[in-house]
């Protein structure tokens, strides 16, 4: 749990420090072409959200026919990435930080400069990389869990690619993705611990 409480003081720590340094929009210039019009990225960018939902969905099925007590932890899942999302846009919210095209006009070219809200964290990066965990997390399969943090990172890369958020908010929301899994995932064990102690019954008599 400590491990966990880390994660997120040095997601605050760092949100204070790091996006006044000139790194960040330097490398943000690098990656962000002058017409950031790739259908390829803006695809990565819009697959956050559908692909968040249908994990979870999927996981929130499954659990359904499982049995009645996995039935029963429905409702955390929906809580879980609502969780993700209130703790994002707290921090956007109290970081304050706006988009870098606002800031930077003429710099940074963004694929679209009407997107609302603020910078500081990237939410489209933390759904990605909270669904990656909960996958790696839930499955515990190198198959999937590769290709779903290579997922995440093009979905981060994206939001640099398209001009919509500066490296810190991308890796501040890889961070709280992460953290925030790990952390329910915790929260979880502490609400359904026979769930686990039979799993963990399974695995010792599938070694014997």
Do not use: C
């Not at 970081?95 to 930077?104: E, G, H, M, V």
Request: hydrophobic fraction near 40%.
């Amino acid at each position: 749990m400590n491990k966990i409480f880390s994660i997120f003081l040095f997601a605050i720590l760092f949100s204070s420090n790091i996006h006044s340094q000139n790194w960040d929009i330097n490398l943000l210039q690098k990656i962000n072409p002058d017409n950031p019009n790739s259908s390829f990225w803006l695809g990565m960018t819009n697959s956050a959200y559908p692909i968040t939902i249908g994990v979870q969905g999927g996981f929130m099925v499954s659990d359904y026919f499982k049995s009645d007590s996995t039935r029963g932890r429905i409702p955390w899942h929906i809580a879980e990435k609502l969780f993700v999302l209130v703790v994002t846009e707290a921090m956007k919210y109290t970081i304050n930080r706006p988009r870098p095209y606002t800031t930077y006009p003429g710099l940074v070219h963004p694929y679209d400069n009407s997107e609302s809200g603020l910078s500081f964290p990237s939410a489209h990066t933390s759904l990605a990389f909270n669904t990656a965990a909960t996958l790696s997390i839930r499955l515990h399969k190198w198959y999937i869990t590769i290709p779903a943090y290579l997922w995440a990172s093009g979905v981060g890369y994206s939001r640099l690619y398209l001009g919509e958020h500066y490296p810190s908010d991308v890796i501040a929301g890889a961070i709280l993705g992460v953290g925030s899994a790990y952390f329910t995932d915790w929260i979880d064990r502490k609400l359904y611990p026979g769930k686990f102690k039979k799993k963990q019954d399974l695995a010792l008599n599938a070694h014997f």
